[in-house]
């Protein structure tokens, strides 16, 4: 059974920086790609970043030269560093396992709840 949990989410002022954390089980976890996405009210979740299995990243246009992602294989984990915040990057941040193809991301179907970014003016 794969499992997913969120993590690292909080309160912020614009401008300051957060690191969230996402640690996967019940999965092959070095022989997937991971993505972070985010969703707000009334809104489609959205993708903000993904890694490849190796290591390969790609990034949303809105959160590029300000977020990074990466992972550490051995702790079954991925990292979102989000730096710079600005108040539209409010939501709730995902992580989730995905098939890539053709450059693009499909997510498998495994969500965990999700950790709220919260990002004031």
């Known amino acids: 059974q794969v499992q997913l949990a969120e993590s690292g989410g909080g309160l912020v002022q614009a401008g300051e920086s957060l690191r969230l954390s996402c640690v996967a089980s019940?999965?092959?976890?070095?022989?997937?790609?991971m993505a972070w996405y985010r969703q707000t009210p009334g809104r489609e979740r959205e993708l903000v970043a993904g890694i490849g299995t190796g290591s390969q990243t790609n990034y949303a246009p809105f959160v590029k030269g300000r977020f990074s992602i990466s992972r550490d294989n051995a702790k079954n984990t991925v990292y979102l560093q989000m730096n710079n915040l600005k108040p539209e990057d409010t939501a709730v941040y995902y992580c989730g396992a995905v098939n890539m193809i053709g450059g693009r991301y499909f997510p498998q179907g495994y969500w965990g709840k999700g950790t709220l970014v919260n990002v004031s003016s």
């Open positions: 019940g999965m092959m976890f070095s022989l997937n790609a």
